[in-house]
Nanobody
Framework: QVQLVESGGGLVQAGGSLRVSCAAS?????MGWFRQAPGKEREFVAA????????NYAASVKGRFTISRDNAKNTVYLQMNSLKPEDTAVYYC??????????????????WGQGTQVTVSS
């Protein structure tokens, strides 16, 4: 079982930037970020393939957020720029088990983190 631990959340003003990280305790394949705002369902944000050569973004964050990974550190990052109050949510990291392939757009993942709060003030 791989553990995922998110970090880097916090409070930022609208228009600002924040980077959240997710460290995995072991090897993983595809990794992704989801978020859940109060009273709303969890939604997909971004995903990245194991090699990093393929990425996928939700329309609401495309052009503002960038997902990347450092396989030497088993870590995935989400750089968030031009933040808006509607980006306020708990951000969750997700990962597929090592050696397992799912399409970049698939919403199913094997492992989930506990989440980190991101709050954007207006």
């Amino acid at each position: 079982q791989v553990q995922l631990v998110e970090s880097g959340g916090g409070l930022v003003q609208a228009g600002g930037s924040l980077r959240v990280s997710c460290a995995a305790s072991g090897l993983t394949s595809r990794m992704g970020w989801f978020r859940q705002a109060p009273g709303k369902e969890r939604e997909f944000v971004a995903a990245i393939s194991r090699s990093g050569s393929s990425t996928n973004y939700a329309a609401s964050v495309k052009g503002r957020f960038t997902i990347s990974r450092d396989n030497a550190k088993n870590t995935v990052y989400l750089q968030m720029n031009s933040l808006k109050p509607e980006d306020t949510a708990v951000y969750y990291c997700a990962a597929d088990r090592d050696g397992y392939y799912r399409a970049i757009g698939s919403l199913g993942y094997d492992y989930w983190g506990q989440g980190t709060q991101v709050t954007v003030s207006s």
